[in-house]
Nanobody, 123 residues
């Protein structure tokens, strides 16, 4: 399994950013894909998930309305559009897949994730 996130960057507070993740090594459309994140010195935080066919997506309360997760099963990619970013969202974002096909999970211990990409939200 390989999950490769796009490169992170610096963005101003209130700004927008889109991450992409390229997946390989598994039957992509059978797996719920997620984004999780980790602040310095803290544990993993679930951000959002999208089911295998892309029909339903789920968000943590603080991201709902600002973030959008979507996928392209032909290209085997999953994306996270982030708007109105906040300084406290200076974190590392990880692309992740569920550990088993067809399940929907928000449990950050029940996923396999990529190496992560850094976002810095600062003026």
């Amino acid at each position: 399994v390989q999950l490769v996130e796009s490169v992170g960057c610096l963005v101003q507070p209130g700004g927008s950013l889109r991450f992409s993740c390229e997946a390989s090594g598994f039957t992509f459309n059978r797996y719920t894909m997620s984004w999780v994140r980790q602040a310095p010195g803290k544990g993993l935080e679930w951000v959002a998930s999208v089911i295998g066919n892309g029909g339903n997506s789920y968000y943590a309360d603080s991201m709902r309305g600002r973030f959008r997760i979507f996928r392209d099963n032909i290209k085997r990619t999953v994306h996270l559009q982030m708007n109105n970013l906040r300084p406290e969202e200076t974190v590392v974002y990880f692309c992740a897949k569920a550990n088993a096909p067809w399940i929907i999970t928000k449990d950050t211990s029940d996923i396999e994730r990529g190496r992560g990409t850094q976002v810095t939200v600062s003026s």
